[in-house]
């Protein structure tokens, strides 16, 4: 992965605002990559972007950075259903 790619995951990561989350997939369609490899560049990406936002297409959250990830959505207003981001509702209220 060149370092362009992991730039362009930052970047379409530091654009999730608050309460809004994107999938792996999504990310990955935004910089011409899949999401194995965008899970990878999220993986790696430091505390002060908000990887959390970013969660597996049936709402997962991310298990890496030490599995805050679910804490983390939750203090952003994220719905959880059944242990997982309640994708439903966030594409109904289009929280994205």
Do not use: K
């Not at 992965?1 to 530091?14: I, Q, Y």
């Not at 990559?33 to 991310?62: E, H, K, N």
């Amino acid at each position: 992965m060149s370092m362009d790619v992991g730039e362009e995951v930052r970047a379409a990561v530091v654009a999730i605002p608050a309460g809004c989350v994107a999938t792996y997939g999504e990310i990955g369609r935004a910089v011409g990559i899949g999401p194995r490899q965008a899970g990878r560049a999220v993986s790696a990406l430091d505390d002060d972007v908000p990887w959390w936002r970013i969660v597996y297409a049936d709402g997962t959250p991310a298990t890496c950075h030490g599995g805050e990830a679910r804490a983390l959505l939750e203090a952003e207003g994220v719905p959880f259903l059944n242990g997982h981001v309640d994708m439903a509702r966030i594409r109904r209220t289009g929280n994205r």
